[in-house]
């Protein structure tokens, strides 16, 4: 199943894990969450998505208390990493700062620089948590995006006069043909 699938699938089932666990925050294949369950939990979907209904399994896979982050090593604990990863996502996300491809880079257009009317470049950051022996690092780099002033149908519609225009120049000397 697609990531945009299970995304879903989850959203709409909202309520049914606000109940389950009050606050809790989807990451790929994971739910994160304070709230402990003990014993694993089966719903099933009440109407179809994709053309069938679903049963969402949950149970508990593992665990970890933000505490203990510096004394962690980070490949003892990747679901840490995931989760931290995701919040600082969001939070980039739910600034005005806008997100280009899927990789956590994240650009200012309002603080775009345009040169020679053809190139724009946008400044941004690219983000990236990791465990060290001393505890938890944020890293953020600053980084540019260059992007072209132009639109994707100024673009075709350019290629298409220039077609049309060599099409007419090689027309008038090709030979005519005659009517039998």
């Known amino acids: 199943m697609e990531t945009f699938q299970?995304?879903?699938?989850?959203?709409?089932q909202s309520a049914k894990l606000k109940s389950?666990?009050?606050?809790?925050?989807?990451?790929?294949?994971?739910?994160?969450?304070?709230?402990?369950?003990?014993?694993?939990?089966?719903?099933?979907?009440?109407?179809?998505?994709?053309?069938?209904?679903?049963?969402?399994?949950i149970e508990r896979v593992s665990e970890?208390?933000?505490?203990?982050?510096?004394?962690?090593?980070?490949?003892?604990?990747?679901f840490a990493l995931n989760f931290i990863n995701s919040i600082i996502k969001t939070q980039?996300?739910?600034?005005?700062?806008?997100?280009?491809?899927?990789?956590?880079?994240?650009?200012?257009p309002s603080q775009a620089k345009t040169f020679d009317n053809a190139?724009?470049?946008?400044?941004?950051?690219?983000?990236?948590?990791?465990?060290?022996?001393?505890?938890?690092?944020?890293?953020?780099?600053?980084?540019?995006?260059?992007l072209s002033v132009d639109h994707c149908l100024d673009l075709i519609k350019e290629q298409m006069t220039r077609f049309q225009q060599k099409r007419a120049r090689y027309s008038d000397k090709l030979p005519k043909q005659h009517e039998i």
């Open 6 to 12: 299970k995304y879903k699938i989850l959203g709409a």
């Open 20 to 57: 389950i666990f009050v606050n809790y925050v989807c990451v790929g294949d994971n739910i994160f969450s304070t709230t402990a369950i003990d014993e694993r939990i089966d719903f099933e979907t009440k109407q179809a998505y994709f053309g069938r209904k679903f049963t969402i399994a």
């Open 64 to 78: 970890f208390a933000l505490d203990d982050l510096n004394s962690m090593k980070m490949e003892d604990h990747p």
């Open 92 to 108: 980039m996300r739910n600034s005005k700062l806008c997100q280009i491809g899927r990789n956590p880079r994240f650009f200012m």
């Open 119 to 146: 190139v724009q470049t946008w400044p941004g950051f690219f983000t990236s948590s990791w465990i060290f022996q001393r505890g938890l690092y944020l890293i953020i780099d600053n980084i540019s995006k260059n």
